[in-house]
């Protein structure tokens, strides 16, 4: 007890704070509650639910709309048509006899029978309409009662049955208990009664079953019309009950209100965060992996959302802005007036009678946007591609923010017959919207679902995070990025070190698991590009040889693969280059030498270069008597194969001759700045990078960078290895008569391949930039003595200048002019190249053998500074003085070249040293094969995990002042007037964007300049590798801003300024950024099948060596949306079966598909018919007629010609028909994917064309294309894999009339087999070896044992004038005429051609090749001359195949040497004299009767290609 | 560095609301005095700060980010110039010293009201600076700032009370403490006023956690530290040892030394003075040892720690901006080499290789014989030494153990300011330096 009742502080003041104190206590445990309830992502499903319940019942009210109900009505009527139409009286009939078999319902049939006569006699048809359903009443009960019966039966078996079971056990426990055979007998009495009583009720059961169904089947007779037509139309309502029950289960109920309350949300709410959890795809926390989880789904609920029935369509697409144009009828429809009252009912109804769409009453995220709600399918709206969801923000050019202006405006403001010009707002914003491209990311069906790949793997960023900052979202402008800040708080999270990728490296990801990069090119699987700007990085890389110095290994060790691989193959070839040289190998004989050139040629055959290995090894360690320099002995090691080489060459060309080539004016200009002489170069700019120096550090610039130009160029000339010319051909030995002529050398090369890889400013349509652009090619020539024979050489053997080269031998042979001269076009072509200058010329160039007195200074100190790093200072300026004395001999280096300095010619010694050494600064080697070093290796960083690089670990210098230094000086102007800016209206839908357009910064900042600029700026500021990337590609050297003056001179930066530009920039970014080294699981890295990795592999080579320069790799593809009928019908055409085009019912059924704009789709693959005067792609009316550009009346179709066959309006179209003629609008409501390759192709059609109209004014331009580099599409399946091989290793004359030959590559074997391959892949052919029996000689035996004299008939029809000899060679015979006309020899069809393909072949070449003017000679219903072959088409066609396939065996068997020496002699230029060839043509000697003589009948122009 | 216009707009909403709960702090006391205390002139005073406060928050509000409030630049600049380890240990002596002895004006109210507004005042002008904010505002450092403000607060309560305690006791009367020594009540005195506080403090740990949430930073690894890294606020007064021991004793030792020292202070202190109420008069020494102790070397370290030292353990000045690529001079080299090499100008001893270890040992002990002397003078001479002279009166009454316990505790707290100042002047590294045995001092 207290002593007293005073207490120490007052109790009222006690009370007073207590009491504020609890209520703060509740305001905050309130707040708490509320900042729990308001957490972004609950909001954002609040939102997302609502979008979901808003767009299920617009489907629903589409699904409802006037044509569901018509259809409903419809089936409905038919439904009631079935039920008034009459029963079949005799099933009736039948129903009742069967009845009658029970007599229980005999009284039943009876009464049945009575309401069939009143049903005969009644004619009201209300009437019989109750009858009948009394009648059918009445046969449903007799069927309800035979099955109670069955089930009485049934139940009374079981009961029999179950009393049986316990007969037996009695009896059998009697046995088990010993009983007396007394009871035992009893008991099986008993049983066996029980089992008589089983059978009989079996019996019964099986009789009441049977009557039962039989009951059952005849009824169903009876009502199968009215039972189909009730399920059409439960079917049809179907869709719309389950389309309602997904409204009802998405829209909110009491219960989920309740639920979603504020507080009562806290505890398991139906908004719950949603996450993925990935335990295979590890997060590297550094100390361990641990799984993914990502939750990015909690707000981003739509990410996997498909419109319903297309799983690859997005349900919500990202906003876009659409100009849609509804049409108007002429006159308004009885009934429509201009009525503009408000009420929105009757509105809307206008609305849909007009053009077919209401108005949603509530807008999806603003209540009065005028949201269309529902499109009724098929109408004018739903025509015109309006879709229910958009918002229309404009109706012919009036602004419309509310929903009853939209109204008044598209009511009242209307012409009759103009089409209304609306714009609508489609799509929902983020985080509500799908993700894009479905069918490759995030979609079930895709190859990355969502529940398999979650989001970060790709993305990046913080799964577990569920707000918008600390999932690390990343701004892909600062302007987006202030515009988070402001709306979310949003701010760099610096801690997370996987931010998320902002957009424009979005594609970095891809290269986690897809390491070969070339399988993220288009495919026919996914023709649109999955990643582009990633790709586009891999081939800038590939093409500008950043691999040079920045080696990125894909291989963690030879087991593990972490990335793409990008290295430099291992040096075989320059060893061997550099052996060549060595003036000891002679002395090793004769086979070191065959190895050596071996090698040198095709540096990947093994055997060779481990022959010369041990050779050299075996020479190092003959010491004193070792016949090879030591600097061969040094090289040996390079030849050894490492455990994972890389694969890719150099791609600067080799230097190591470039004596032979170019002089040292043109070095000299090239060095200093290579843009100079060719402004498309891809060699980097070295020297004159001097925009961040200044002062002392630009001093030295100016002074040594001269120095180092000109003893680079010493040092390349003094060290270049002899070259042996090519000799032009002879006057008299080769029979040339015609001088050199530019003009004749400028169609060589136009059209001769040149143009596949080179531009030149005289053939302003060939962009091609796999070559150098040979516009000034003259100048540099011009600066070397022996210039114009170089070139002479390389135009005709490219692989003795560089066994490596990618450029090919043309194989220019001396051709025959129509005057009968004979020219040499490697001659010709020569002079006009040589001619090609553009005037330019070397200027400001030094001497080339003196030095000034500031120049030698400028050697001295460069000397002197290179001898510092290898010597002590003191030392270092004594050997500048006085060279090495020969006693130091056994001084190891460059520094060797010193040696007797002092009695050599002192200038020329010191610019030799110091050009070896700029050359290792500066890396040259890197891209360059320079003699003196075949061993260096890559100069620049690794970059196989540089996406990750560590931000601390990257020296930025000094280089953002530099570049906000270089940025202001632009800028400078912007400051003092900024450019007035109209106010962004408050509806506009980027004005928050807009509002962050700068005008009132006062210095620059990351938003004051452009967003891409601004975006990498702000990454350069904050020191991110963005940013440092950025600018290391832009301006190197720009790292030594302010840096210079602290370092000595070849301290400084030495990477090259590329000339990329901004875009370029970005993608060879995108692709750095993504190596990061950090595989997934082996699961997830992208294994294609072998089929794919084959047709991967091919790509890189076709991509190396330019294949599609020439050739069309892919066909282009129209995914064409045309209106029903709108391509004319199909032509029926009499063709063999097997080549009748294969479609499933199920195809031809999609192919009948009508989208809501009531268009069908199809696939077109082809080319599109092209203009034979402008190669430009064709116009046509619609009858086919060309027109012109400017010709807008006329409808506008494209005419194509299809490789594949298709579907249009389900009815096959087979490639060889007649072209299309696809209506434009189709096509531009289409996609097109461009063709792969066969540029050359197409720029050289109407040249050909022209060059063939002076010989001959009625060519047929389709004929042009049997004289171009042919598609390459179904090569596979076309030709053998071993001749293809062996062909594109030493390519053969096939077409005479070809207007430039396959040229002969440098192919590696592997390389060869790569393309063999990729052409087997692509066509689904067998490889590599295919087995065909046709190609059997007992299969030939067999045919000949069916059909005698099988393969004389085929030859009769063969050496028929009417037929194959008409066109094609055969041996030694050449049909006469116009040599465009020739048609590959065919007597070596059988080793090049698979026999399935001949067959088809000459059953209809067209089906192959559409182009083809070889006519259908054997036609399906009509079999030719039967006096040649007596059989059938088929038989003709087999016997025909067999012939061509057999043909040596078939000469050689029916070879008479009599025949042959009765032979004339040979024609001069036949290529291989062999006799069974030369044996053919006269079939005298093969065929028992003559055949008729030959004569001249078939019209010019004709040409026939088998290839 | 790169102080921009959205910095401020953000931070100008923060100090509108500082401002304005100045004005208010200032005209409650204002009001309170003028109808509590009718001290009429103070409450004048404060409301026309309260006024001005208004004011600075109208200009941080305006809306415009070149009128918010802040120190000059040049101010900025100049304090960033002068601020360095040296001048900030010695400024913080210099002011302990200036409080301590003026310490009767400084418990005045109105001065300390003043000196309140004047910190106040000036964390509001300097939160305009984009690099003080950012280091101030940091989620981790916000508690340390009120921690600072808690501390002077409650030293002021204690030393004003030890004040008033001085003053009577030289009046001969007893102090406050002793009036009011009545029993009081559990319910409601102790158990309604924790109750209170306890809800308090709910609400308060609610409200911060809405608004203040925790940090979420990168996962460690052990491959990258951050830059800087730093050690839990609390131990950063340990940190900044390290700067000037080896981490074995900076680290381990003086810690361990500390806890003790603590744990040995009831045993040690003999005055009996200053029992239950506050008072400096009667236990000087007690009270200047362990105020220098507590505040000079524990929380003007952490100080110091949290808001000065930036990356690579630099020293930066409040408003100079983090950069990772400030280098300063580390020459410092250890006693022996001052003595053998710079001094006698001769190599440091150093055994022959496969000398036997007592050899070595001796060399080493040779090697580090000037600092083995030092340290022997420093911990074995001066004590003695101090007995006789300074401490003449302590000894006596201490008894021998007592005293040396407490010299020898003493003297490895001066330790710390002793090898600042050597490290300081003479660019001193280690006394002794035995690295051999992992041994430095």
Known sequence: MPATEQTWYNLKVLHVVFSVTAILLLFSTIAMLAVDHNRPWKKYQRVFQALETWSAAARVDEQDSSSFEATSKELAASLAEARRADLDPAIAEAFLAQVRTVPADAEAADRGQLDIDMLRQQSDPAERLVLRGDLLQRFGDIAGRAKFREDLCAGHLKLCKAKLDKNRADYELGVAENVTPEILASLLAVADATRAQVLTATLDTQAANTHRKSLEATLKKLTATEDTAAKSLADHRQKLLLL???????????????????????????????????????????????????????????????????PTEGAYSQIETIPIQLPMPTAPAAGQGGSTNDDNDGSSDQLEQLYGFHLSPHGLFRSDAPTVGVVVPESPAA??????????????????????????????????????????????????????????????????????????????????????????????????????????????????????????????????????????????????????????????????????????????????????????????????????????????????ARWVEEVRSSPDGKQARQRLFDTLERDAAAGPEAKLSPRSHQLATLLKEPETPGTLLKVGPSLRYVASKVGFDWLYAWLRNPQDFRPSTKMPRFFGLWDHLSGKGLEESKRYEPIEI?????????????????????????????????????????????????????????????????????????????????????????????????????????????????????????????????????????????????????????????????????????????????????????????????????????????????????????????????????????????????????????????????????????????????????????????????????????????????????????????????????????????????????????????????????????????????????????????????????LVVAEKYNCSGCHSLQMDRWDIRYKPESLGPAQAVADYPFLSPHFTPLDAQKSLVIDRQGRRHATLLGMPQLNPETGKPQLADEDGVPIEDGDTEALVHRPFMLW???????????????????????????????????????????????????????????????????????????????????????????????????????????????????????????????????????????????????????????????????????????????????????????????????????????????????????????????????????????????????????????????????????APNQPSPAPPNASVPDAAAVSPRPAPSTKDSRSPGVATNLN | MHS??????DVAGFLGSYYTGLAIMNAVAAILLWQKHKQTGWAIVWAVTSGLMMGLCALAMSGSATMVPSLPQGVRSLVNTLSGPVNYTLGTTALFAILFVFRKFFVKPMVAWAVLNILLLLMGLSMADENFASIVMKPDNVPIVGLVFLLAFFTWLATSQAVVNDERIAQGLPPMEKLNDEKV????????????????????????????????????????????????????????????????????????????????????????????????????FSYLVYQFGFFELWITLIILGTFLRGPNWNFFGPFEYWTPYKVEVLNNIDLPQMFWVNLLDRPLPRAAAGASTLVQVGTILLREAPGLVVMGAYLLLLPPLLAVTVFRTFFAKMGFIRYMVMINLMLLMLSLPLKMVLRWTLNLKYIVSIPEFSLNF
């Open chain 1, 383 to 592: 025509r015109a591609g309006l879709m229910s969801g958009d918002v229309i923000v404009d109706v012919g050019g009036e602004k419309t923010l509310v929903r009853t202006v939209a109204n008044t405006l598209l009511l009242e403001a209307i012409k009759w017959g103009k089409p209304v010009e609306i714009v609508v707002q489609r799509g929902v914003p983020q985080p509500y919207s799908s993700h894009p491209r479905l069918d490759l990311f995030v979609g079930s069906t895709s190859p990355h679902p969502m529940q398999t790949f979650g989001c970060t793997i790709c993305h990046q960023g913080q799964g577990s995070a569920t707000s918008f900052m600390w999932s690390s979202h990343s701004a892909n402008t600062p302007k987006q990025g202030h515009q988070w800040h402001d709306e979310h708080g949003w701010a760099n999270n610096h801690h997370w070190i996987y931010p998320m990728l902002p957009q424009r490296f979005e594609e970095s990801s891809c290269l986690k698991c897809h390491h070969q990069v070339v399988d993220l090119e288009p495919s026919p699987q996914f023709p649109e590009p999955p990643a582009p700007k990633l790709v586009e990085g891999y081939h800038l890389i590939r093409q500008y040889g950043c691999y040079g110095c920045h080696e990125i290994n894909g291989w963690a060790n030879p087991e593990k693969r972490i990335g793409p691989d990008m290295r430099l193959a291992p040096n075989y070839h320059e060893v061997a280059e550099s052996l060549v040289s060595d003036p000891g190998l002679p002395a090793l004989g004769n086979t070191v």
């Open chain 1, 244 to 310: 309602a029950k997904t409204l009802k289960d998405r829209a909110p109920n009491f219960g989920k209100s309740v639920l979603e309350l504020p507080v009562l949300d806290a505890f398991n709410g139906p908004l719950r965060i949603d996450q993925l959890w990935l335990p295979q795809l590890t997060l590297n926390n550094n100390f361990r992996d641990v799984a993914r989880f990502d939750r990015c789904n909690t707000c981003h609920k739509g990410m996997d959302k498909s419109l319903p029935g297309a």
């Open chain 2, 4 to 9: 921009n216009g959205h910095f401020l707009n």
């Open chain 1, 1204 to 1466: 594949q066959d298709t579907l249009i309006d389900g009815e096959a179209r087979p490639v060889g028909a007649q072209n299309l003629l696809v209506p434009d609008d189709a096509f531009r409501a289409g996609v097109h994917y461009p063709a792969r390759g066969g540029d050359l192709a197409r720029l050289l059609f109407p040249v050909v064309i022209a060059d063939e109209k002076q010989i001959n004014p009625n060519v047929k331009p389709d004929d042009a294309w049997g004289w171009l580099p042919p598609p390459l599409v179904g090569e596979g399946k076309k030709v053998q894999s071993g001749w293809l091989h062996k062909f594109l290793l030493n390519p053969q004359t096939i077409r005479p009339s070809a207007v430039l030959r396959m040229p002969k590559f440098n192919f590696q074997s592997h390389e060869a087999a790569s393309l063999v391959n990729y052409f087997a892949a692509v066509d689904g052919a067998e490889y590599p070896y295919v087995y065909d029996t046709r190609l059997d000689e007992s299969s030939l035996a067999e045919a000949e044992r069916l059909h005698p004299n099988h393969l004389e008939g085929a030859l009769k029809i063969v050496t028929n004038n009417n037929y194959c000899v008409k066109c094609h060679q055969v041996g030694g015979y050449a049909p006469p005429g116009n040599p465009k006309a020739l048609a590959p020899q065919l007597e070596r069809v059988h080793e090049r051609l698979q026999p399935d393909y001949v067959h088809g072949w000459i059953a209809n070449p067209k089906r192959f090749l559409p182009y083809t003017g070889m006519p259908v000679n054997i036609p399906f219903d009509k079999p030719v001359s039967q006096d040649l072959y007596v059989g059938s088409s088929e038989q003709q066609l087999d016997a025909l195949t067999d012939l061509l396939m057999h043909f040596d065996s078939f000469a050689k068997k029916n070879l008479s040497l009599e025949a042959y020496l009765k032979q004339q002699p040979l």
């Open chain 2, 185 to 284: 009540l559990v319910w409601p005195d102790l158990v309604y006023t924790e109750l209170i506080c306890m809800v308090a403090v709910s609400a308060f740990l609610l409200v911060w956690a809405i608004f203040l949430q925790a940090p979420l930073e990168e996962p460690a690894s052990s491959v990258k530290t951050p830059n800087p890294s730093k050690a839990p606020w609390y131990f950063l007064g340990l940190q900044e040892m390290l700067v000037y021991f080896d981490p074995w004793y900076a680290g381990v030792t003086l810690p361990s030394l500390v806890v003790v020292g603590l744990m040995a202070l009831p045993y040690l202190d003999f005055n009996k003075k200053g029992n239950g109420y506050y008072s400096i008069e009667e236990r000087k």
């Open chain 1, 710 to 1098: 000109r003893s680079m160029i010493h040092y390349l000339l003094g060290s270049s290895q002899p070259f042996q010319y090519v000799k032009p051909y002879d006057q008299q030995r080769d029979g040339i008569t015609a001088a050199p002529d530019i003009q004749r050398g400028k169609k060589v090369v136009q059209v001769r391949g040149c143009l596949a890889c080179h531009q030149h400013a005289d053939f302003p349509e060939a962009v091609s930039t796999h070559g150098p652009n040979l516009s000034r090619i003259g100048a540099k020539m011009a600066s070397a003595p022996d210039g114009p024979a170089w070139l002479y050489s390389w135009l005709r053997e490219p692989a003795r200048y560089h066994p490596r080269t990618l450029m090919p031998n043309v194989l220019l042979e001396p051709v025959v002019l129509p005057n009968g001269q004979v020219s040499d076009p490697a001659a010709d072509a020569t002079a006009y190249l040589l001619g090609s200058t553009e005037t330019w010329k070397p200027s400001d160039i030094p001497s080339a053998n003196s030095l000034t007195p500031a120049e030698r200074e400028a050697t001295n100190e460069l000397t002197l500074m290179y001898l510092k790093e290898r010597f002590p200072a003191v030392r270092a300026a004594e050997v500048l003085k006085n060279g090495l004395a020969a006693d130091q001999s056994a001084i190891q280096g460059d520094e060797r070249m010193l040696l007797g300095l002092a009695g050599s010619n002192r200038d020329a010694t010191l610019l030799n040293y110091v050009g070896k050494k700029t050359i290792a600064k500066l890396a040259c080697a890197g891209c360059h094969d320079i003699p003196g070093f075949e061993d260096t290796k890559a100069a620049g960083a690794a970059l196989a995990d540089w996406g990750r690089k560590e931000s601390s670990k990257i020296a930025f210098e000094q280089v953002s002042h530099f570049v906000m230094h270089q940025l202001e000086e632009k800028h400078g102007h912007s400051h003092t007037a900024p450019a007035p800016r109209a106010e962004p209206a408050a509806d506009e839908p980027l004005a928050p964007d807009l509002a962050y357009a700068s005008t009132a910064e006062t210095h620059l900042t990351p938003e004051s300049v452009d967003s891409d600029t601004g975006f990498f700026l702000e990454k350069l500021l904050a020191h991110e590798r963005e940013g440092f990337l950025w600018q290391k590609l832009r301006a190197p050297r720009s790292y030594d801003y302010k840096k210079a003056e602290n370092k000595t001179y070849n301290e400084r930066y030495r990477m090259p300024q590329f000339p990329f530009n901004a875009e370029e920039r970005e993608a060879v970014m995108t692709f750095v950024l993504g190596l990061v080294a950090e595989p997934p699981a082996p699961q997830f890295i992208h294994k294609p099948t072998p089929r794919e990795e084959a047709r991967l592999n091919g």
